[in-house]
Structure formats: C-alpha cells, structure tokens
C-alpha cells in the first residue's frame, strides 16, 4: 500500500464490525487515500513519508460532540467558532453541532446561514448548526429543518441563556407537528421554575441551585415531550438528562426518544461542587446530588442513554462571579470531555466500545450524519487518537476558550488525546494545533 496518502500503523482501532453490528476493538492498520478510509488490515505495507507509527495508541472514530454553545455571532466576548473549535480539536473532537442560542438566535435560514459563513475558513473541526423553535418561526420549521449541514431543530422548554423559550403548551405542540425530524429538547418547565425561583434568590448560594430547578421540574417536561411525541410520533431526542426519575421515564420510552448525559453529571456532585466551585458548577439543568448521580451511571450501562455530549456553555469569569442568581448557568466543556470519560474507562466504571458509540456511532445514527463516526471502509478518515495509559493533569492553562478555565482544573487523569485527524490530515498532534482551520460543514442524510 505504498499510494495511500496516509497509514495508521500499529494501533488498535475502535472498528465497526459490520457482520457483529457493533464497534469492537482490533489491531489493525489503517490507509487513508482521497479524504476516505481506504483500507483496513492486519497489516499494511508503510513508507516512511506516509505513515504514522501509532504504537501503544487507540484509534477512535472521530468524536462528535452534539451539543456545544460558542456564541458567535453576537457573544465573542465568550467565546467564538474560532476559539471554541480550536478547544475541540484539541480535546480530540473532530466535529460539533452548534446550539442557537446566540444573538441573534439562529432562527431564521439567514441567520443560519451568517453561521455558515462566518465559519468557513475559521473552524478548526467539522461543524452543524442547529435552527431554534421561537413563537414567531414555526410555521417555518419543516423548512428550516431541512437546510443542509443541519441536525435540525432545538428547543428550549425552560429558559436558560438567551432569549429562545417556548413555555406554551399550544406552540410546544405546534412545533411538534411542523417537522419530521429528531426534535431535540431543553427540557425543564418553565412554570414551576418561575414559581420556585424564590429559593435561588433566598438562598444566594448555588448550592440551592438544584433544589430550585429541581427534578419535578424537569420530569414535568420530559413527560409533556414524550406524550407529544407519540401522538406526533415524531422522534425527540432529551438534552443533558439530570434525573433518576426521568432516566426510569426515559428507559421505558426509547422507541420514541433518545437521550443525552454529560460528562459532569458523571464525575460531580452536590452538594461538594457547589461548596468546593461556587458558580463555576452552576448550569442547567443543574448538577444533582449523590442518588441521581449513580443512577445516571446506571442508564449509561443499561443502555438507556445514547450520547454523551459536552454542553460547552462558556461564560467569562467576571460574568460567573456576579452573586447568584444572577451569575449565568453554564461552563465550557467541549476539551475535557473526551479525557474525563477516558479517566472513567480507566477505573473500570464503563468499557471503552460503550464510551465509543456514544460519542460516535450512536449520534451519527440518531442525527443521520452523512459518512462520519465509524472506522468502516468509505468513511471520512476523521479519528481521535488516544492514550489510554497516559496520565496528566486538566489544568486552565491548557484550555484553549476564551474564557480560561475548566471546572476540572487540578483534575489528574489517566487517558488523553494525542492526534486530531480530519480527513486523513493531522489537525492537533501532543497539545498542539498544527493544521488551522481545515473544518468543514457537515453533510447529513437526506430526509424526507
Ligand atoms: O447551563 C446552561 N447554559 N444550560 C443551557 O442549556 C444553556 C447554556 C448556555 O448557553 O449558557
């Protein structure tokens, strides 16, 4: 194989068996040869000038991170699609889908496609916007939904950041029946966060902040969504899932729906992050205590969760140091999220072809990503490569946001990103970035 433009040498590779119909982990090679996945084999012949000796290392399909806020336009001063992907490829991500919630919100095609422009040329990993469901643009959903290198439509339930919410029911159901594809959903409820909004103000601390957005109000919410659901029978799919009672709900209604967790809810807890980082842990919905925490990790092994995604939701430190509640929910989280669950699979809590669908094989399903998220022949030669055995340390220097800190900062680990390939080309290499700006919009399978 001496006319490969690239050969992965050495690793093992987290490789979609077709006739298994899973991802299993082999020794093999890989050639890369026009932007594809060229050849898979046990052993390929390598010249020097094309081939990269991986030994020691783990090849994982390019990770997808399918829910990140990087607030251009309108919020730089946060973070923008420049900066927010460069966190990603260095954190070993290799493709985003972008939330609206910017100013303005992405609710129209044109502001959609003010995105579009204003990454090309600047992303440093692939990239998809999401359209927002507002009161004023749903008659225009089926059509929005449809624009390309879209996941689809967004909507917020409860209000977090940003103006979109749609907290009537009516439009809710609206929004329902003017589209077909996977609706993905905020899902709190905004009138008893309303109502209970005096405990956060009494208590002025974050640590009643989870008490105040409590789990009523986000399984008030996630029930309405999946009732509306079957009667539409329109597919949802339930951002950052915080709850042992919406977990139980949702393990029983997978037909219809999919279901998202994130990296934090797994690795923290109430009370200690709020007394150990204050506002730094505030974000929605909120992280909750011990007995949802191990309930959470019983979804991820029970199959009821389908993606883990990072909620990359900087603010400035100066914004998140306002008292609470007035400091802004939400922290980055698009960089630490693959060395974090790495650290998990190294202490044995899940297995690394687990972790691997759901960053992977599973958000390319549910969202019909055109061509990305397996090691298969005729794939993207997008891959994360990583460490398992490597130890360090997640510190704020390394972060690459605009805003300069991680709630994990001090965090040792064991497992870490050491390459960032996009297309056969080597974008991050040992916590460098060393090709710029090589991301491109992501294609999604045709629908109806
Ligand atoms: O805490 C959050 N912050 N949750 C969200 O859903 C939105 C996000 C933001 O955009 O800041």
């Not at 399984?219 to 009672?245: F, G, N």
């Not at 191990?294 to 991820?300: F, R």
Request: with cysteine; aromatic share 6%; net charge negative.
């Amino acid at each position: 194989m001496t006319n490969a433009d690239l050969i992965l040498k050495n690793a093992d590779a987290m490789i979609y068996d077709s006739e298994q119909n899973k991802i299993v982990k082999k020794r093999v090679d890989i050639a890369v040869k026009n932007q594809r996945i060229f050849e898979i084999s046990s052993s390929l012949q390598a010249t020097s000038s094309n081939t990269l000796d991986l030994t020691g290392l783990t090849i994982l399909p390019g990770l997808i991170d399918s829910q990140v806020h990087f607030r251009e336009p309108g919020l730089t001063h946060k973070e923008d699609l420049e900066t927010g992907t460069r966190a990603a490829v260095l954190g070993g991500v290799t493709s985003v889908f972008e939330m609206p919630n910017t100013t303005p919100s992405t609710t129209t095609k044109e502001a959609f496609e003010e995105k579009m422009s204003l990454a090309k040329n600047r992303a440093h990993c692939n990239y998809a916007f999401f359209l927002g469901a507002a009161n004023e643009n749903v008659s225009e959903l089926e059509n929005l939904e449809k624009l390309p290198h879209s996941p689809g439509i967004k909507i917020f339930l409860g209000a977090s950041f940003g103006s979109l919410l749609v907290d009537d029911d009516k439009i809710f159901e609206e929004v329902m029946k003017h589209g077909r594809r996977r609706l993905t959903i905020h899902s709190e409820d905004e009138a008893r966060m309303r109502a209970r909004k005096h405990i956060a103000v009494e208590a002025a601390h974050p640590r009643a902040h989870h008490i105040w957005r409590d789990e009523e109000s986000a399984m008030i919410s996630t029930r309405k969504a999946v009732a509306l659901a079957k009667k539409y029978q329109r597919p949802i799919h339930i951002l950052h899932v915080s709850s042992s009672e919406e977990m139980a709900f949702l393990k029983e209604n997978k037909d219809i729906a999919s279901v998202e967790i994130l990296p934090q809810f797994l690795t923290l807890s109430a009370p200690e992050c709020y007394e150990r980082l204050g506002t730094l842990a505030q974000q929605n919905p909120p992280i909750r205590d011990i007995r949802h925490f191990e309930k959470l990790w019983q979804a991820v092994e029970n199959g009821t969760v389908d993606i883990i995604g990072s909620d990359h939701a900087p603010h400035t430190l100066e914004e998140k140091a306002q008292p609470y509640p007035q400091s802004p929910s939400g922290f980055p989280g698009v960089q630490t999220l693959l060395p974090i669950m790495l650290n998990h699979v190294h202490q044995g809590r899940f297995s690394l072809e687990r972790f691997t669908a759901l960053v992977t094989e599973n958000p390319r399903r549910l969202f019909g990503v055109r061509n990305k998220g397996r090691i298969q022949l005729g794939y993207d030669a997008d891959f994360t490569i990583v460490d398992l055995k490597k130890q360090n340390t997640i510190t704020n220097k390394w972060i690459a946001s605009k805003c300069g800190y991680t709630p994990f900062d001090g965090m040792k680990v064991t497992g870490w990103p050491t390459h960032t390939i996009l297309k056969g080309q080597i974008i991050m290499q040992d916590d460098q970035v060393i090709s710029a700006h090589q991301g491109e919009a992501i294609d999604f399978e045709a629908h109806a």
